[in-house]
């Protein structure tokens, strides 16, 4: 019974397209967010949304849009990808409120040729 | 800035000996301290958290020290076994942020038998 789930899981695209990652999650938390992971395993937060609304957009190419639906998904489309775009994107959760752990989904491993 | 330094960036040592990694940050706005444990190809899960207003925090053979003045927090792992071999994430939460997290860059540790 996955908390938070992220499909799909492996992503092959060439430079130029767009594509999608979906999340979900059943926690019941308000604040979901988008983190990436290079090659280097560097995560780094790119966008948090608590309650559909968006909170943080850390300076991230606006090619990249999130969406939330509602409070337990949150999308991430991304347009004219780039070979630096190739990363682990991970989707998290929280409780909304600090102190609050981060429960990540499972990951997508994008790869752009 | 919200830099999260940690360090060693690798760690190997023999099953049985003890672990310690250490992270600093510079936010004094973060009150929030949690570690994450990343095995390879896998989410990174949460291990142990301490928050600001306690010093020292322990699980079975895993331990967290804070010193908030010195804006220093460190992992300790005693009678280390081989299933510890993974990646370790520190984080600090952002001040600003809708609870989100910085992390140190992780340090990989090789627990030898």
């Known amino acids: 019974d996955t908390a938070v789930s992220q499909t799909p899981k492996y992503l092959v695209t060439q430079m130029g397209n767009d594509k999608s990652i979906k999340c979900e999650q059943n926690l019941g938390h308000d604040t979901m967010y988008w983190y990436k992971q290079d090659s280097k395993k560097f995560l780094k937060i790119m966008f948090s949304?608590?309650?559909?609304?968006?909170?943080i957009n850390e300076t991230v190419p606006n090619r990249f849009s999130p969406k939330s639906p509602d409070k337990a998904h949150l999308n991430l489309h991304i347009n004219s990808l780039e070979l630096g775009d190739s990363a682990v994107y991970f989707c998290?959760?929280?409780?909304?409120?600090?102190?609050?752990?981060?429960?990540f989904g499972n990951g997508t491993r994008l790869t752009v040729t | 800035g919200e830099n999260v330094e940690q360090h060693p960036s690798t760690l190997s040592v023999q099953e049985g000996d003890s672990a310690v990694i250490k992270c600093t940050y510079s936010d004094s706005a973060s009150n929030y301290f949690p570690w994450y444990k990343q095995e390879l190809g896998k989410r990174p899960q949460l291990i142990i958290d301490?928050?600001?207003?306690?010093g020292e925090k322990k699980d079975q053979r895993i331990a967290v020290t804070l010193n908030k003045t010195a804006k220093h927090f460190s992992l300790h792992i005693t009678e280390t076994q081989p299933e510890d071999s993974a990646v370790y994430f520190c984080a600090a939460s952002k001040s600003n942020s809708g609870y989100a997290l910085n992390f140190g860059k992780g340090t990989s540790l090789l627990v030898t038998p």
């Open positions: 301490i928050r600001s207003n306690v």
């Open positions: 998290a959760s929280s409780e909304t409120g600090p102190n609050s752990p981060l429960h």
């Open positions: 949304y608590n309650n559909k609304e968006l909170i």
